[in-house]
């Protein structure tokens, strides 16, 4: 009995050392400090009206049921202080403006919004702006990129030791509201109306208890299932996986599990609506499919099967809390947002005689791939951008096999090669014959977002006549599957560090160089600016992210400049530092007013 005793005593001192280092790093997440910049700069990308439009609209997503109210209201685990506070949700790296607004009266960081269900319940709403804005800090003075790629660690479900995670303090800070009295009771007194009593009071902890549990689900199941071993930091995310996984393995069968090993930055906004082809991969082609997916993967609801777990038929086909009218606002305001011009007066005077001579280097070097032809005779001008396989360009091709490659079994969705033939889904190439059993990602993602949008468009009220134009230039749902990534235009470039398409290389200078030459480790989420190599400073920082180049997705080789064969990465002659430095220099300035007034 002593033995036992003994033992019991050692396990639960174990427990409550296991519990001790999880409270420390809860209570002290590796996080950057963060301080409110002196001036914020708003680049002339666009008009303000477009910016709050573009920051505060929402697309219907909802955060595991967690309602705004409660996100504006939650305090941190082991203070009171409000977690959505600006001082601290500026250190996951998300942006804040300076004051409040009638589209943002809760001084939330951009992209955080809300959104009224049909139960009169307004939930938290993250929305595209969260990911594709950006910012950069140069002398006490943070630039704002409109469109640009944003550094916040958003996306990861998988708690670590090591802290810094954005959903791993959020479900802290429930918890800690959730199972302490004194903090339920605070919480309660802010959220519920006056006069509430005991009911609501239960009401509100039901409900509290639903969205807890679903993040610890979503925590427990990424975690043990080992589904995002390469872990994505600052400005990344599997995309492509995490859509899946939510969209076939949580809502279809846990045997659609996939592992996401490839994060991917959050690309570029500005002229996207030009391209004829979207994603690194160039595997998507209409806006409003494109976005009902983004919406899908922040959280959108979805249902594929009835009360009865039997698949949804006909036109019940699917459910969603997917806003397409405000989608479609949104695309509609990206078509005015214009590339960032580089703010001389805060980053310095362009030196106009060296990239001058960056513009004919530019000329031989790079514009067979990043300029290319413009159609100017449809209802939009069209950009034919370039897709440069993988085997050619040697970056990382994680990204580009995982799509290609993987396949998940969707027949518990009853689908019959019928009914899939009447959907505005296009596919590039020949096609196999239709197995449900063995659906690739784009596939399948495109059928579930031609069904949603049926859906989502009647359950709006919108004719048929008036969906070709939301749905974007009357395009269809077109799907290709190419082991290659897109070459973009490179208006704006300068304001898009890390480079390549998961972000593995830290500053342009790099970019030009020799994989030899370029950082095997660097760190990120950084905010302050290198003007002369045009990058984030990538140096060790108290909080910042390790970027290992080694692991698997997040490769820096390809696009290189180095003398031998073309091809496998080889893109052209051994570039000098000195050409490096002027090129470096035209791209401060490629597209912008600025380059008409070099010599």
């Given amino acids: 009995m002593r033995l036992l005793r003994r033992a019991f005593l050692c396990l639960l001192l174990l427990a409550l050392l296991a519990l001790g280092v999880v409270l420390w790093y809860i209570a002290h997440p590796n996080l950057p400090a963060w301080q409110p910049a002196k001036d914020v700069r708003y680049l002339d990308q666009w008009s303000e009206a477009d910016r709050q439009t573009w920051y505060f609209t929402p697309q219907g997503a909802q955060v595991k049921g967690l ?9 941190q685990p082991f203070s009171d202080a409000r977690f959505a506070a600006p001082e601290n949700m500026g250190r996951f790296g998300f942006l804040l403006d300076p004051n409040a607004s009638a589209a943002n009266p809760d001084h939330l960081p951009v992209g955080f919004t809300r959104h009224t269900e049909a139960d009169q319940v307004s939930y938290l709403d993250i929305t595209c702006s969260a990911c594709h804005t950006g910012e950069l800090r140069y002398n006490g003075t943070a630039v704002r990129i409109d469109g640009g790629p ?94 899946a996984n939510a969209a076939f393995g949580d809502a279809i069968d846990p045997a659609n599990y996939r592992v996401g090993n490839a994060p991917v930055d959050y690309p570029q906004m500005w002229r996207i609506w030009t391209f004829d082809w979207v994603q690194w991969n160039g595997s998507a082609q209409q806006p409003m499919a494109r976005n009902i997916g983004e919406a899908l993967g922040v959280g959108a609801t979805l249902s594929f099967f009835d009360e009865h777990q039997q698949p949804l038929t006909g036109e019940a086909r699917y459910p969603s809390s997917v806003r397409v009218n405000d989608l479609h606002t949104i695309e509609t305001t990206l078509q005015r947002l214009a590339p960032p011009a580089w703010p001389e007066d805060v980053l310095g005077a ?10 004919a280097l530019f000329a031989q070097h790079c514009a067979a791939c990043h300029v290319r032809a413009v159609d100017e005779h449809g209802p939009r001008p069209v950009v034919d951008l370039a897709m440069i396989p993988t085997s050619v360009i040697g970056t990382d091709p994680t990204a580009a096999d995982n799509i290609a490659d993987r396949r998940y079994d969707l027949s518990a969705l009853a689908w019959t090669p019928e009914e899939l033939a009447t959907l505005n889904v296009q596919f590039q190439g020949p096609q196999p014959p239709l197995d449900l059993h063995q659906v690739s990602v784009a596939k399948g993602l495109a059928w579930v977002t031609a069904y949603v949008e049926q859906r989502a468009y009647r359950d709006a009220g919108i004719p048929a006549d008036q969906q070709g134009a939301l749905n974007g230039f009357d395009l ?21 560090a890390p480079f390549l398409h998961n972000g593995s290389v830290p500053n342009l200078y790099q970019l030009l160089s020799p994989q030899d030459e370029r950082a095997v480790t660097f760190y990120r989420g950084n905010f302050e600016f290198d003007p002369r190599h045009v990058g984030y400073q990538a140096g060790a920082f108290p909080g910042g992210f390790l970027y290992d180049t080694r692991q698997t997705g997040n490769h820096n080789s390809g696009h290189e400049f180095r003398d031998g064969p073309r091809g496998r990465g080889v893109i052209g002659p051994l570039l000098q530092p000195a050409q490096r430095w002027a ?15 070099l010599p």
């Fill in 67 to 75: 309602r705004y109210d409660w996100f504006v209201h939650l305090r």
């Fill in 583 to 597: 090129l470096v220099e035209y791209l401060k300035v490629m597209g912008s007013p600025l380059e008409k007034t």
């Fill in 150 to 243: 944003a550094q916040h660690v958003l996306p990861s479900t998988v708690p670590t030791l090591r802290g810094g995670s954005f959903g791993q303090a959020l479900v802290a800070s429930l918890a800690a509201t959730y199972y302490l009295p004194w903090k339920f009771n605070a919480f309660a007194a802010d959220v519920l109306p006056a006069g509430s009593g005991e009911a609501e009071r239960r009401a509100l902890r039901q409900a509290m208890k639903a969205s807890l549990d679903r993040f610890a689900h979503a925590a427990w199941n990424d975690t043990h299932r080992g589904l995002y071993p390469t872990q994505e930091g600052p400005g990344r995310t599997d995309a492509f996986a995490r859509i």
């Fill in 476 to 496: 269809p749902i077109g799907v290709r599957e190419m082991r290659a990534y897109k070459a973009r235009p490179l208006a704006g470039v300068w304001a898009t």
């Fill in 350 to 359: 362009v030196d106009k005689p060296l990239a001058a001579e960056g513009r």
